[in-house]
């Protein structure tokens, strides 16, 4: 069975930093794109931030600012995002997704496995 895990969310006060983790199992991701989605209420699913499988990162620079940080241990199998400098804006349910094609990555209806999601709340 595929899954992806996530851990890491709570609530934070505004400045403040959290690590997500995501483990995934149930097949080899080693040749996987991953990234991170967010959803905040109301709104769409919007990508964070994607690493291929090459090691290429891109960010969705509207919603990161230079403020988040991808990486990947793949003797873990987990995926990282580091959080720093959060914000209000920033409070949402993230999601770790996984996809052979990276570029499916930047779009959430083309994603082929998710996580449950992690609730990350920023309070003022």
């Known amino acids: 069975q595929v899954q992806l895990v996530e851990s890491g969310g709570g609530l934070v006060q505004n400045g403040g930093s959290l690590r997500l983790s995501c483990v995934a199992s149930?097949?080899?991701?080693?040749?996987?794109?991953m990234g991170w989605f967010r959803q905040a209420p109301g709104k769409e699913r919007e990508y964070v931030a994607v690493?291929?499988?090459?090691?290429?990162?891109?960010y969705n620079t509207d919603a990161v600012k230079g403020r988040f940080s991808i990486s990947r241990d793949d003797a873990k199998n987990t995926l990282y995002l580091q959080m720093n400098s959060l914000e209000s804006d920033d409070t949402a349910v993230y999601y770790c997704?996984?996809?052979?094609?990276?570029?499916?990555?930047?779009?959430?209806?083309?994603?082929?496995?998710w996580g449950q999601g992690t609730q990350v709340t920023v309070s003022q």
């Open positions: 997704a996984s996809d052979p094609r990276a570029s499916h990555l930047f779009y959430a209806r083309t994603v082929t496995y």
């Open positions: 149930g097949r080899d991701f080693s040749g996987d794109g």
């Open positions: 690493l291929s499988r090459s090691g290429s990162i891109t």
